[in-house]
């Protein structure tokens, strides 16, 4: 089995900046792509940002330039770095990540449990 964590949420002012980590742990042979995804209040869940194994990445417009992706393969973890934030950022960030726990098995699709981040003065 895997675990996805997500860290690093919380409260900020318009303007400022956090950093959401995601680990995963357990049974992992590999990891394929890495993906955030936000869903804010009456609203349908949106992909933010993605990042292969090898590193490219792609990112919603509405993200474009204010937030970067990156990963830590040898940590299995993947972060978001989100500058200028904006109260429209403010939703619940989930951490996706395609998985295989052997060199046997197929890649595997998990979630992590959200991290809240709110942008209010």
């Known amino acids: 089995q895997v675990q996805l964590v997500e860290s690093g949420g919380g409260l900020v002012q318009p303007g400022g900046s956090l950093r959401l980590s995601c680990a995963a742990s357990g049974s992992i042979f590999s990891i394929g792509a890495m993906v955030w995804h936000r869903q804010a209040p009456g ?52 951490c996706n990540a395609v998985v295989k726990s052997g060199w046997y098995r197929d890649y595997e699709n998990y979630w992590g449990q959200g991290t809240q981040v709110t942008v209010s003065s």
Do not use: C, H, W
């Open 43 to 94: 609203k349908e869940r949106e992909l933010v940002e993605v990042i292969t194994n090898s590193g490219k990445s792609n990112y919603a417009d509405s993200v474009k330039g204010r937030f970067t992706i990156s990963r830590d393969n040898a940590k299995n973890t993947v972060y978001l770095q989100m500058d200028s934030l904006k109260p429209e950022d403010t939703a619940v960030y989930y």
